[in-house]
């Protein structure tokens, strides 16, 4: 048989069907080719699977000392934000003291809510509690958070500040800035790939957290910082835990360690307990490829990773269970009557569902504040003994199409991440009442942007998972795994929020799930660099985005 090919054809036929360069794809996909294909060779994170991890130099002095060196200047950085030229934080709306005077102390603030709220009052005296004065407004519960830690450092740090004898939050901050450095250092040492790669991904971390909408918390009483640094402290874990960087039980130990403080936080945050069981048990096959005993395999594959979800998951549970009662009331009220009654087609027919009588109507839209608050209806110990958290989760799940504009309405208070009322600033600043910071306005922008078509947010959601999933299936990297994970874990706050917390304040509430929201983008950036970057592997080719 003759072979009719032309003679340039036949003199390379190793090149006629192989993939071309990224660079040289055209076409309408061109732009994010051309990107990816810019990061690929500016900040190309080279190898980054499983094998390359293990054998390169995660504790080389050259890492550490760089990993160092971005810790302590990610540190610097969200200083001089909070403190240059003048201390910027969050006011406290009244709520910081449920949790500050367990340290027995109280604040020194204006007698008025909106001379107190419009600026912060960082600085908290000593003070003898009786009583139900502390703890829980309405209940005098004690509070519980990991941020105590936090706020306990503080306290100590306060007098060597010359701030006083008590606690000031401008402490706070500092030590929330020195552990924030920490995490940036450990994020550094914990990234597979070259340095550039790993400086990228860690400086993108940096500029999220600066901005207002989540530093400003670490001048303040409330319980954010924790959320914010558990989140980060915990996706550090995991990338070490999947890397295999250090000896198998002290990988596993870190996990624990941090999802306890991240579990703790707030409690909103034991959404985090599915998500971080997934990740735990969602080993990558590389480990089960070396030589080992049948018994050695199951003590690394699944009896570990189990009794750290065991271990976990009793942290979760002893955490819930000392919720204070009033506060689980308050968010059942608002759920029902904040949440589902205004939005309902037919309020009668839920609230028959729910076992509650029609008489509730009234109240309808109402918090528990309110003047036609349900609170003053005779029949108001009804609502104790009919409502609790599985029903309310009944009701969604036999009504899933009111799903819809819940989840709506909660993309929109996400895109909103801003406390409604307090300002920035001290008063002694020269700024107005109530004036809020923008001077690191990247979030509040992208979210800011994103409110004109808000379906924006579900495609960054569903794009960094997507190639999540890729990059961790064709790269065996940790990366494609923590950016699912911080999906999931975005997902699973935000339904946790919407469902179990009502909508009232739910601005406030959506806060943290704005956070993991926003890690999605250095998360994007980082996958799309490494399936963009051509392998070294000899035999291998580039990867098309």
């Known amino acids: 048989m003759v072979d009719a090919r032309p003679d340039a054809e036949k003199s390379e036929p190793s090149t006629r069907f192989g993939p071309e360069p990224l660079r040289r794809r055209s076409g309408a996909a061109g732009p994010l080719r051309s990107g990816a294909g810019?990061?690929?060779?500016?900040?190309?994170?080279?190898?980054?699977?499983?094998?390359?991890?293990?054998?390169?130099?995660?504790?080389?002095?050259?890492?550490?000392?760089?990993?160092?060196?971005s810790g302590t200047l990610a540190s610097l950085v969200m200083i001089l934000r909070l403190f240059m030229p003048q201390t910027v934080?969050?006011?406290?709306?009244?709520?910081?003291?449920?949790?500050?005077?367990?340290?027995?102390?109280?604040?020194?603030?204006?007698?008025?809510?909106?001379?107190?709220?419009?600026?912060?009052?960082?600085?908290?005296?000593?003070?003898?509690?009786?009583?139900?004065?502390?703890?829980?407004?309405?209940?005098?519960?004690?509070?519980?958070?990991?941020?105590?830690?936090?706020?306990?450092?503080?306290?100590?740090?306060?007098?060597v500040f010359a701030w006083g004898s008590g606690l000031d939050t401008r402490a706070v901050g500092i030590v929330c800035c020195v552990a924030f450095?920490?995490?940036?250092?450990?994020?550094?040492?914990?990234?597979?790939?070259?340095?550039?790669?790993?400086?990228?991904?860690?400086?993108?971390?940096?500029?999220?957290?600066?901005?207002?909408?989540?530093?400003?918390?670490?001048?303040?009483?409330?319980?954010e910082p924790a959320a914010f640094l558990g989140t980060l402290a915990l996706a550090v874990a995991l990338l070490r835990y999947w890397n295999g960087g250090r000896p198998r039980w002290a990988s596993v130990l870190m996990v624990v360690l941090a999802a306890a403080f991240t579990v703790s936080a707030m409690p909103q945050m034991v959404s985090w307990l599915p998500v971080v069981a997934l990740a735990l048990l969602w080993l990558p096959a590389a480990r089960t490829r070396r030589?080992?005993?049948?018994?050695?395999r199951r003590w690394q594959a699944f009896v570990m990773p189990s009794a750290?979800?065991?271990?976990?998951?009793?942290?979760?549970?002893?955490?819930?269970?000392?919720e204070?009662?009033?506060?689980?009331?308050?968010?059942?009220?608002?759920?029902?009557f904040a949440s589902i009654l205004p939005n309902s087609p037919d309020p009668v027919a839920d609230l028959k569902w729910l076992g509650l009588d029609r008489s509730f109507m009234t109240a309808a839209g109402s918090t528990m504040d309110s003047v036609n608050s349900a609170v003053y209806n005779p029949n108001y110990p009804q609502f104790g003994e009919q409502i609790n958290r599985g029903k309310i989760v009944a009701f969604f799940a036999t009504h899933p199409e009111r799903l819809i504009g819940l989840g709506e309405r909660g993309i929109s208070?996400?895109?909103?991440?801003?406390?409604?009322?307090?300002?920035?600033?001290?008063?002694?600043?020269?700024?107005?009442?109530?004036?809020?910071?923008?001077?690191?306005?990247?979030?509040?922008?992208?979210?800011?942007?994103?409110?004109?078509?808000?379906?924006a947010l579900l495609g960054l959601h569903l794009l960094t998972m997507l190639l999540g999933f890729a990059v961790a299936a064709r790269r065996e990297s940790a990366i494609g795994r923590l950016a699912v994970v911080m999906v999931l874990g975005c997902w699973s706050?935000?339904?946790?929020?919407?469902?179990?917390?009502?909508?009232?304040?739910?601005?406030?509430?959506?806060?943290?799930?704005?956070?993991?929201?926003?890690?999605?983008?250095?998360?994007?950036?980082a996958l799309v660099s490494i399936l963009g970057s051509k392998s070294t592997k000899p035999g291998s080719q580039p990867a098309v985005v």
């Not at 957290?209 to 409330?222: E, L, N, Q, R």
């Open 413 to 455: 208070a996400l895109l909103t991440p801003e406390l409604s009322d307090g300002g920035s600033y001290m008063a002694a600043s020269g700024q107005g009442p109530g004036v809020k910071e923008r001077r690191v306005p990247v979030v509040l922008g992208l979210y800011t942007a994103m409110k004109a078509a808000p379906v």
């Open 181 to 223: 450095g920490a995490l940036i250092a450990g994020l550094v040492a914990a990234l597979p790939g070259r340095m550039p790669f790993r400086l990228l991904v860690a400086a993108l971390v940096t500029l999220v957290t600066v901005d207002g909408v989540f530093a400003d918390f670490f001048v303040s009483p409330y319980s």
């Open 89 to 159: 934080g969050m006011a406290d709306q009244g709520t910081g003291q449920q949790l500050l005077c367990s340290l027995g102390v109280r604040n020194l603030r204006p007698w008025g809510y909106a001379d107190f709220t419009n600026f912060i009052q960082p600085s908290w005296v000593p003070h003898q509690y009786y009583g139900e004065a502390c703890g829980f407004t309405g209940s005098g519960e004690p509070v519980y958070s990991s941020q105590l830690l936090l706020l306990w450092l503080g306290k100590w740090l306060t007098p």
């Open 324 to 336: 204070p009662k009033r506060a689980t009331e308050l968010n059942l009220y608002n759920t029902v």
């Open 493 to 525: 706050q935000f339904w946790v929020v919407l469902i179990l917390e009502g909508q009232a304040e739910i601005h406030g509430r959506m806060i943290v799930a704005g956070f993991m929201s926003a890690l999605c983008v250095p998360l994007l950036v």
């Open 38 to 69: 810019y990061l690929a060779r500016t900040f190309g994170p080279g190898e980054v699977g499983l094998r390359e991890v293990r054998q390169g130099a995660p504790g080389s002095l050259r890492l550490r000392a760089v990993a160092g060196l």
């Open 291 to 296: 030589p080992a005993t049948p018994a050695h």
């Open 308 to 322: 750290a979800v065991v271990a976990i998951a009793g942290v979760t549970v002893a955490f819930v269970s000392v």
